[in-house]
């Protein structure tokens, strides 16, 4: 099972809306909605942040969201504040009864 | 609090063997599903297995599957993952991570909590 396809990084400035895309197949995003995302601050263990495409988990802010069209998932942060910057993961469920993640994505806010 | 606390990461030879626990507190550990997540030094996220809540159903990864075996003791609250035939692409940090309920229904493919993580190295 290949790994999702996520953009190395991106950036913003503050206040801005920036959107991390996460590329599979009909293996996985395209043929279920059990998309999630996480966020990871150096050193830290990932946070949940969406799931089932486009859930947020309570106490997750309304600046996050996500969507999924075909084979691919996003993820949209609005309002960027400085504590957003973070590697992302998108992560699918398979048909082959196993998870994936995408390679993650680095934030930055500039 | 829902805590998970992964032990029993340390350096090991290439060829040999270790054992992970993942202590649970907090919730009703024997309802959900529990997972195994990996990350090798400056890499991503790779999953690497999960259990369901009644222990019946096992699923791994392709990359570990026959020499990494998932189990879980619901008496103790605790998750195991015995690590054998280790690799030095094994070198990563573990976390152990809690499946989530939706609906009532409980799954293991998006996980709402994790440990601190335990880390193993391989190396000779």
């Known amino acids: 099972q290949s790994a999702l396809t996520q953009p190395a990084s991106v950036s913003g400035s503050p206040g801005q809306s920036i959107t991390i895309s996460c590329t599979g197949t009909?293996?996985?995003?395209?043929?279920?909605?059990?998309v999630s995302w996480y966020q990871q601050h150096p050193g830290k263990a990932p946070k949940l942040m969406i799931y089932?495409?486009?859930n947020r988990p309570s106490g997750v802010s309304n600046r996050f969201s996500g969507s999924k069209s075909g084979n691919t998932a996003s993820l949209t942060i609005s309002g960027l504040q400085a504590e957003d910057e973070a590697d992302y993961y998108c992560s699918s469920y398979t048909s082959s009864t196993t998870v994936v993640f995408g390679g993650g994505t680095r934030l930055t806010v500039l | 609090e829902v805590q998970l606390l992964e032990s029993g990461g340390g350096l090991v030879q290439p060829g040999g063997s270790l054992r992970l626990s993942c202590a649970a507190s907090g919730f009703t550990f024997s309802s959900y599903a529990m997972n195994w997540v990996r990350q090798a030094p400056g890499k991503g996220l790779e999953w690497v297995s999960a259990i369901v809540g009644s222990g019946g159903s096992t699923y791994y990864a392709d990359s570990v599957k026959g020499r990494f075996t998932v189990s879980r003791d619901n008496s103790k609250n605790t998750l195991y993952l015995q690590m054998n035939s280790l690799r030095d692409e094994d070198t990563a940090v573990y976390y152990c991570?809690?499946?989530?309920?939706?609906?009532?229904?409980?799954?293991?493919?998006?996980?709402?909590?994790w440990g601190q993580g335990t880390t193993v190295t391989v190396s000779s």
């Open positions: 991570a809690k499946g989530i309920v939706v609906a009532g229904r409980y799954y293991y493919y998006c996980m709402d909590v």
């Open positions: 089932e495409v486009s």
């Open positions: 009909s293996s996985d995003i395209g043929g279920y909605n059990y």
